[in-house]
Each structure stands twice: as C-alpha cells, then as structure tokens.
C-alpha cells in the first residue's frame, strides 16, 4: 500500500485540476458540516432544557379586562375568576400571574445583597403568585416553606411594593449565597426594604430563553403578590383533562364577566408555549440538519462523477497494468489511496477553514467556541464518504480487463 | 449559431444522464437554498418607507450615565424619559414630531354581540400620519389642537372599519375604548410596513398591522400605561406621577428633519439639551446624544434576526460548493468529448467558437438547474415558518423578483463554473486528438 503513494502523487500531478476540486470541495464541506453540526448540537441541548415545571399538564389564559377598573374592583373580579377556575371539574389548581416559565421576557429584577449595592449579583425573574402558585406550576419546594394567605396582597400594574418576604430558585440562591445559607436571608431588589428568604425551590425556568439571557437561566424568585390589572391565568388540570379544560375555562370565565378580552391565541397549552419559545431553535437544527445532508450527497456525487471519469481515462493503463501483473486488489488499493490522499489535503485546509469561520461567527453572532470533537467528528465522516465515493468506481475499475491494454483508446 | 448550440448542448446533456442530474440537482439544490434564506434576509432587511427613510430621526439621551452606557458599548438608552419626550415636544425643533408607545386598550363593539377585543394600538401626536406617510382611505388625522385639548379622538385601521362598521365611511362616528367613546376623525388605508420600524424596540421590528391610532396626551391623561417594555434603572416610587416623572425609559420619539442641515441643527440642539439638563443637576455626566434615521435605527436595533444572516451564510457557502462540484463535472465532461472537439477544431472551427458552445451548454444546465431551484425555493419558502417567527415568515415570499433572481443566479453561476473546463477544452490539441484515433 505504501509503495503505491509515489506513484499515485505522480499520476495525480498530470490531472491536478481534477484532484484540486475535489479536494476543495471536501474541504469546503468540512468547514460547513463542522459548523452546521456544532450549531444543531447547541439548539438541541436548548431544546432540552427542562423548565421545572409541570408542562402536559398546564394551560395559560391571557386575561385583560375591557372596562378600565379600580383596584379594588378589579381585585374582586381576580377573586371571582379564581374561584370559579379552582372550582371547575378537571382542574386541580388554578393562580393568577403576571407571566409564565417560557414566555420570552418580562419582568427581570436586580438582585443585590445589601441597599447601596450597586453591581447586580444576579438578574432574577419575577414571578406573582399567591399560596397556589408551586401547587400549580407543580414547582418542588426543598427548603423553608410556602406562602401563608396572610402575606398574599393584591398589586395593580405598576404598583411598586417590595414583598416582606419571597421565595427563590436553588439557582438563585446558590448564586447570592454560594455557602448554601440563604433561607431567612435578606435581599434587595432596587429598593432601600430587604425581602427575607423563606423558601427555595428546585427548578424554574425564567421567562426570557434569549441568549443574551442564558447566563441568568433558572434565576427565578416568586413573590406574594396578585397582579389585579392584566394577568395571566395558569390552570393545572387533572390528568388527561386538558383538552376538555381549553374550552371551559374559557367559557366559564365569560360566564363569569363577558367585558374582557381573551384572544385565541391567548389560551396555550405547554406544549404550544414550548414551540413557540424554542421554534428557531428547532427550525435551525432542522434546517442545518439538511444541508448536512444535502451537502454530504452532493459531494458523494461529485467524486463519483470525477472518478468515473478518471477511470474512463485510464482504462488502457489499468489494462497495461493487469496485465503486468496487479490484481484486481492492487487497482482498487490505488483509486481508494488516490482518494484518501486527495480527501486528506482537503480535510487539512477544511479544518483551518472550519475554524477560521467558526471564529467568524463568534465575533459576529456570540456563537460559542467550536469544540475539537465536532472537527474531528467531520474529518472521519468525511474520508469515509470519500472512501464510499469512490468505491463503486474504483470496483468498475479494478474489472477492467487485461486485454485493454491491446486496444486503442 | 445560439439556437444551434443551444441543441448541441441540450443532445450532449442527454447523452450521459447521470452526469447531466448530477450537475442540475447540485445547481438546483444550491440555487434554492440561497434564495430561500435570501427571501427572508430580504424581508427583514427591507427598507419600510423608502421615500423618507433619511428624513426621520429617533433621538436618544443619555438619562442614565456612564456606567449603564459602558455595558451597551457607550450607547445611550433605546427609548426615552416621559420627562425628555415632553422636553422634546415643547421645544418643536423639527419640522413634525411625536412621542409614541403601544397602549393596551380595549375595543368594546356597540353590537351586545360581538366580545371586546384588542388590536395594536398606538399613542401618538396628530404629527405622526404625516410624518409616515400613512394613508387614509376616509377622512384624516386629527389636529395638533386636539393634542393640546386632550381630545377623545381616534383613528382606526381598515380591518378594524370593515369589522366595526362593515367598511363604511365611518369618519364622525364614536368608538367605544375600555368603556369611554372616542371620534373617529380618520380610517387608514391597509398600512403595513415592514419592518415595523416606529416600534422596532417592542415589538422586534414585526408585528401586525397597527388598527388604531389615540392621542397621546389623551392616553397620558387617563393614565393608560405601556403595552411594550418599560425600564427603570432606580426605583420610581409609588403611584402613576412618580412613574411618569421618574427615570424609567418607555416612550419612542420620531423627528422629521427634512434636509441634512436640519439634521446637523437637530443633533446640536440634543447636545444643548443634555448639556442643561446637566446644568440644572439632572444629569452628573457629560451629554451623550444620538440621532439615527431609520435606515440606522434598523440596523441599531438589530431588527435582521441574526439566523437569517447565519442561514443566509451558511447557504451561500453551500451554493459555493455546489459550484466547485459542477466545474469538476463539467471538466470531466467537456474532457471526455477532447476528440470531437479535435475534428470541429480540426475543421476549421476557431477557439471562440468552441468557448460559445461549451457555455451555452453549460448555460442550458443552469437553466434546467434554475428550473428546478425555482421548485426548490417554492417548497423552502413554504416550509420557512419551521426555522422564523410567524410574523416574519409571512414576509418571505416567492415573487416575480425572486423567480427572475433564481434563474439569472442559476445561468450565471454555472456559466462561471464553465469558465475553466471551457478553457481547458478550448486548450485541446487538434493534432493530437485525431493522431490518437
């Protein structure tokens, strides 16, 4: 096999233009599929991030009132819808909140550890809810405890009260207080009054999943407060009722006052709030997922192509050289190391490419550093293309017979 | 001798039909994938109001100092103070001018029937149809008098007139928004353009079509807060007035200046107004100003979504790919005709000649592969809600220039793909060619 590469290196210099392009191709292939498999593995771990919370069975109302209402009054009418929603048949919890895990953006806070603090230690998002709020999210509470009905007090929108006291994510207590002491803790939220610590929950998502947000992913904090203005309604049903729960709740909420507006795409299932907030994610993967393949089978065919056609040149000679003596194995050892030279010098060039255009996109779009795996993963898949390229014409080589070196042409 | 060619070409073609597919679908193939991401990069690259974009202006002001601007790059806040909005508008330094944001109100129908419901609403100053250019199908705007009296007029949008009043004139007329009546003194025209540039901050630069026009100092009187995001670096403090007087940023501001020096003097004028409110103990930093057009503004506020510029990159370099593949199966194929190509030169045929045949072979390919990446491009501009927001999806469309585009990109990058096996094909020895027979 070794004794073989001079003469094929000689061989190649009298088609260079040929080895050329296929060479640059791979390599231009290499520096895509790099990038394009890099950039679906990245989607794809956003696609599995888990939320917390319990999705199949969750549904979110938008809910507004038509009428411009008083505080008070639009705080009955919030205990009116409650109560009819909690009451429902199929509905095991129900809470009014200014937003949802999910929803891409809202409401974040600065976090700081004292009053005059004035570097954030974490971004949080806020979320409202009363005592219902965990039970209803199916949030996992493993530290301190639950809000009583006692703290619970009614906000209008733009009403700014610190809560006396709040419950926060494991994430964001780790962050504020990496030593693991942060029930009964005071923190500050843009404001002179601390709010006390008193419970910490496993995890919850935030509502923003931008990338720009990623380094505050899970820091999430929840308040005693009802939102009495324009809130959102979240339903926990029982098992398997969901379905049936999309059209009820809606309809028993008109039942209950019709002057408020509740659009259709207003009411979401999880499974609707998930594709919404992760649809470029998904529709990226998929999309450099066929150009992947797309891609891959356009440079298959072009080294078939080009090797046939190398092949039909050089009949006569494989003709000369059977008959001298090599096996059928010999000419097929030579068009598949001719490749695997050929697919070498491309893959050198496309590695620097891949890199060179990786660097690229981190500049340009804050893409992540490519990691070595996904080069070297490129490299093998294609030499091994190559090699499978050109095995169909390399076996139609090594069948021609020794009799062609006789012929003309 | 083109239509001849153009024969020889489409014969040769047929001749080996592997090849022949081979080259289409990788043109075909590259051709779409670029134009799809294009159709998008196109749509959302767009400019939304040709005629004027150099003339309108959003100002920003740095209300928050130094070390908030450091984290955006020295740049001041994307939207403004009610304080500064109110500063700017009394001050009238430009030709028109408007402070806006999105106002959440309801539409109750005056049929018990029918259920309220919510369109995107805007609050502005009767400034603002002038300033873009919005068209009215009935009646008008309503006038800078009715700013300053607060008045309860509206103007509504086509969709909104055809629901309400089933597409009458409906000037005169009252509108019911959260429970209080309102003169409608205009109907618009189907307005809709993309990018959504006057609200580019809230709305990411698309959205539907905007159906309802307020008046801003109506909206402020009534206390009707922001639908779209507002920003507080401090805490505001209790209640609507501290809000409104506080620090927080949540109003857009678009200023008409018609010719390149007022927009000189418009900018001079910002940095006196920075410089004073730094005089009066507002401010504790030098003015940082800025004035964009909306060309700029777009471009600010990123309003391209970054995938379709990587999608687009990624297609182009797929197409360039597809091409590279093509010069090796064209190579192979001229090559392999190197003795017809010795008797036609043979017979006297000179090298132009042999260059016009072997590109207007390859512009046949282009054309086949254009052909089907006009298909392609079809089946991708369906399929493009997968990768984009739904109110961008809607943008990418398969129009006539598109299809002209696909087509002329097809021909021409294959016809430069022939270049060099057309040259090496040109190169081929007569003599030789015909001795080895």
């Known amino acids: 096999m070794m004794l073989q590469i001079k003469p094929i290196l000689s061989a190649l210099r009298r088609h260079k233009a040929g080895a050329v392009l296929i060479a640059l191709q791979t390599a231009l292939t290499l520096a895509i599929v790099c990038n394009a498999l890099f950039i679906i593995q990245q989607r794809v771990a956003h696609l599995s991030a888990p939320s917390g919370i319990d999705e199949a069975n969750l549904l979110v109302i938008e809910n507004s009132w038509a009428d411009k209402l008083s505080k008070e009054d639009a705080d009955a009418q919030q205990r009116a819808d409650l109560m009819v929603l909690r009451r429902l048949p199929g509905v095991q919890d129900a809470v009014a909140s200014n937003s949802y895990p999910m929803r891409g953006g809202g409401w974040d806070q600065f976090i700081t550890l004292t009053p005059d603090q004035t570097t954030a230690v974490g971004d949080a998002a806020v979320y409202l809810g009363d005592e219902h709020f965990m039970d209803t999210l199916g949030v996992k509470l493993i530290a301190g405890r639950n809000f009583r009905p006692d703290e619970i007090r009614p906000i209008a929108n733009r009403e700014n009260v610190m809560p006396p006291v709040t419950i926060v994510t494991k994430t964001l207590a780790d962050k504020l207080f990496p030593d693991g002491s942060a029930l009964g803790k005071p923190i500050y939220a843009m404001s002179n009054t601390p709010t006390t610590i008193i419970g910490i929950v496993d995890v919850l998502q935030t509502q923003s999943l931008a990338d720009w947000q990623m380094r505050n992913a899970y820091q999430s904090l929840i308040w005693p407060m009802r939102l009495v203005g324009n809130a959102y309604y979240i339903l926990r049903a029982k098992p398997g009722q969901l379905a049936m729960l999309r059209k009820e709740a809606v309809k028993a909420l008109y039942a209950q006052n019709r002057m408020r507006v509740i659009n259709d795409d207003g009411v979401m299932g999880y499974a609707e709030v998930r594709q919404k907030a992760y649809d470029s994610d998904y529709g990226m993967a998929v999309l450099m997922g066929v150009i992947c393949v797309v891609l891959l089978a356009i440079t298959a065919a072009g080294i078939v192509g080009l090797t046939s056609f190398w092949v039909g040149q050089r009949r006569k000679q494989i003709g000369v050289r059977r008959a001298l003596g090599a096996t059928r194995g010999d000419i097929l050892g030579y068009f598949m190391t001719e490749n695997l030279l050929i697919s070498v010098g491309g893959a050198v060039v496309g590695v620097l490419l891949a890199i060179a255009m990786n660097l690229w996109m981190v500049t340009r779009f804050e893409m992540h550093r490519l990691s070595l795996f996904y080069v070297l993963a490129g490299v093998l898949l294609l030499l091994l293309l190559g090699q499978g390229a050109v095995l169909a014409p390399a076996i139609r080589a090594s069948r021609v017979s020794p009799v062609e070196a006789t012929r003309s042409v | ?437």
């Open chain 2, 1 to 437: 001798m083109f239509a001849y060619y153009f024969q020889l070409g489409l014969r040769s073609l047929r001749k080996n039909p592997l090849l022949t597919a081979l080259m289409v679908m990788a043109i075909g193939f590259g051709v779409a994938a670029s134009m799809t991401t294009y159709s998008v990069f196109r749509a959302t690259s767009n400019n939304p109001i040709p005629q004027k974009s150099s003339q309108l202006f959003v100002p920003q002001i740095d209300n928050w100092g130094p070390e908030d601007a450091q984290r955006n790059n020295g740049e001041p806040p994307q939207a403004i103070t009610y304080t500064d909005a109110i500063g700017l508008m009394r001050d009238h330094r430009a030709k028109r001018q408007t402070a806006l944001y999105p106002a959440g109100l309801s539409i109750v129908p005056a049929d018990a029937n029918q259920l309220p419901f919510h369109e995107n609403t805007y609050a502005v100053y009767a400034d603002a149809f002038a300033m873009f250019d919005i068209p009215f199908r009935y009646g008008g705007g309503w006038t800078a008098a009715e700013d300053d009296s607060r008045a309860a007029v509206a103007v509504i949008g086509k969709t909104l007139n055809d629901k309400l009043f089933h597409g009458e004139n409906s000037v005169g007329r009252e509108i019911n928004l959260d429970g209080r009546s309102y003169r409608i003194t205009g109907v618009m025209d189907h307005w809709d353009p993309q990018p959504l540039f006057f609200d580019a901050v809230n709305t990411g630069g698309f959205d539907d079509p905007t159906q309802l026009f307020v008046p801003f100092t109506r909206m402020i009187e009534l206390k009707v807060p922001t639908n779209g995001n507002n920003n507080c670096n401090k805490d505001p403090g209790q209640g609507w007035d501290n809000w409104l007087h506080s620090e927080c940023i949540w109003l857009g501001f678009w200023a008409e200046l018609p010719s390149k020096a007022e927009a000189d003097a418009y900018r001079s004028y910002l940095s006196g107004y920075a410089a004073e409110q730094q005089r009066a103990g507002r401010f504790r930093w030098a003015p940082n100003v800025r004035l964009r057009n909306v060309v700029e503004w777009l471009d600010f506020e990123k309003v391209v979504p970054a995938e379709a510029k990587i999608s687009l990159l990624v297609a182009l370099g797929f197409l360039i790919i597809c091409l590279v593949n093509t010069i090796g199966l064209l190579l192979a194929k001229f090559m392999r005709r190197s003795s017809e190509i010795g008797v036609r030169r043979a017979l006297g045929a000179a090298r132009s000649e042999i260059y016009m045949q072997f590109l207007i072979e390859a512009a046949a390919v282009g054309l086949a592969g254009g052909l089907l990446g006009l298909l392609l491009t079809g089946v991708g501009v369906y399929g493009i809600s997968l990768i984009f927001d739904p109110q961008v999806a809607r943008l990418a469309t398969l129009d006539v220039p598109l299809v002209l585009l696909t087509l002329l990109v097809a021909i021409l990058a294959t016809v430069i793909a022939a270049f060099y096996p057309t040259w090496r094909a040109a190169q081929v020895q007569p003599a030789w060619q015909l001795k080895s027979n």
